[in-house]
């Protein structure tokens, strides 16, 4: 099981760091994704991790502004979010992936639950 949480409420430009902690399951066999879910808007990658932290991949629109990371030793994945903006807001989720094309919500067997951002103009 997965456990997104750290969302809430910023102002423009301010920053907010997401966490996903994992229950159950080993997330260093995993690479660990963030997608988020605007308001009437399909869900959207937003960046990946491989199992060591040692690759990393972001979309186009968060990147320069947000970075992941992770600590296997806390079977944990973090989300550093800086620089928000409004068109940031949404509910952001944690997934794991086995493998398959990390860009896709198909390549990621496990979900959390989701955590609501909110960046106010």
């Known amino acids: 099981q997965l456990q997104a949480s750290g969302g809430g409420l910023v102002q423009a430009g301010g920053s907010l760091r997401l966490s996903c902690a994992a229950s159950g399951r080993t997330l260093s066999n995993y690479r660990m994704g963030w997608f988020r879910q605007a308001p009437g808007k399909e869900r959207e990658f937003v960046s990946v991790i491989n199992w060591s932290g040692s690759t990393t991949y972001f979309a186009d629109s968060v990147k320069g502004r947000f970075t992941i990371s992770r600590d296997n030793a806390k079977n944990t994945v973090y989300l550093q979010m800086n620089s928000l903006k409004p068109e940031d807001t949404a509910v952001y989720y944690c997934?794991?992936?086995?493998?398959?094309?990390?860009?896709?919500?198909?390549?990621?067997?496990?979900w959390g639950q989701g955590t609501l951002v909110t960046v106010s103009s």
């Open positions: 997934a794991a992936s086995g493998g398959g094309n990390i860009w896709t919500r198909s390549a990621y067997e496990y």
